[in-house]
């Protein structure tokens, strides 16, 4: 679906000053081996699942780490232990759509929304990882992200770099950033009519975003590797079987923000060198 009036001229003028104030990524700069935070499963494909097919491609490894088990995403239907299991076969397949080596994806399994709580012992270990297996890049949640599990993560990833001269470049994906005006008509997690406050809120946000994030790397031709990877996230995009009304992605905002995903490139904020842990999320 296409915005018309002024959303859509306004998501026109943001994304023309984007292409016109940020980097396109090359080949060259593709190939360099990776780690991927994810909070939950599916935070890897929505924030950077064209990025992750293209390194592949490209010859790069490309390491996933979750953090959180997922298992509260619809524990009022589901036993949580069985919850966990389907998210993590779900993220297996996921990864392996985009090419990602089954040994190269690792599980913390804090549990899902508890993650905050377990900064300290879940830096540690990925600092393990890290130290272990050196790339030259970590990808981790924008530190701007609501949801307290995607501000840990940030936090965390960027605690376990410190000290380290491998990973050396960090670079941080959006993910409910998007949930803003232009791009949604109405936040998801407000619901309430949009007032033209919300709107020039929403504006300013998603224009500072943009801002910050000047990496952009296009993925117009994994679109369909992007999507079958999301697909692979069943509980996410289509729900429980047998359950009416299970919340999916493509619920949120009417659609609107899981369209944003599949826009013609995918944007990073990124650092030189590893920056220090932005407040911590606890």
Same mark, same amino acid.
Request: with cysteine.
């Given at each position: ?15 023309? %000053? ?58 009022? %239907? ?61 990808? $981790? ?34 993910? %409910? ?5 232009? %791009? ?15 709107? $020039? ?82």
């Amino acid at each position: 679906m296409r915005a018309s009036g002024l959303r859509g001229a306004a998501q026109a003028a943001l994304s023309a %000053w984007h292409v016109s104030h940020s980097d396109e990524v090359s080949d060259a700069q593709l190939r360099a081996d990776a780690w991927v935070i994810a909070p939950h499963p599916d935070d890897e494909v929505l924030g950077c699942g064209g990025t992750i097919a293209r390194k592949v491609a490209l010859g790069a490894r490309v390491q996933v780490c979750f953090l959180t088990d997922g298992s509260s995403s619809h524990s009022q %239907w589901i036993e949580k232990s069985e919850l966990r299991n389907k998210r993590k076969q779900e993220a297996r397949a996921a990864c392996a759509k985009l090419g990602v080596a089954s040994g190269d994806v690792l599980f913390l399994d804090i549990e899902d929304g508890r993650l905050a709580a377990h900064v300290e012992e879940a830096s540690a270990e990925l600092r393990r990882y890290f130290e272990r297996s050196p790339s030259t890049e970590v990808y $981790a949640p924008h530190h701007r992200e609501e949801p307290e599990d995607h501000r840990a993560a940030c936090w965390i990833a960027r605690t376990a770099m410190q000290g380290l001269t491998a990973p050396s470049v960090y670079l941080e994906y959006p993910v %409910w950033c998007w949930n803003e005006w232009p %791009w949604v008509e109405v936040r998801a997690d407000r619901g309430a009519p949009r007032t033209a406050a919300r709107t $020039a809120m929403g504006f300013t946000r998603s224009l500072r975003l943009l801002r910050e994030c000047r990496w952009r790397v296009p993925i117009g031709e994994v679109h369909d590797q992007k999507r079958q990877a999301l697909e692979a996230h069943e509980t996410q995009m289509h729900g429980l079987e047998g359950v009416e009304d299970c919340p999916t992605l493509a619920d949120v905002a009417g659609g609107e923000f899981l369209e944003r995903f599949f826009a013609s490139y995918e944007i990073f904020m990124r650092y030189r060198k590893p920056p220090p842990p932005p407040n911590h999320p606890s």
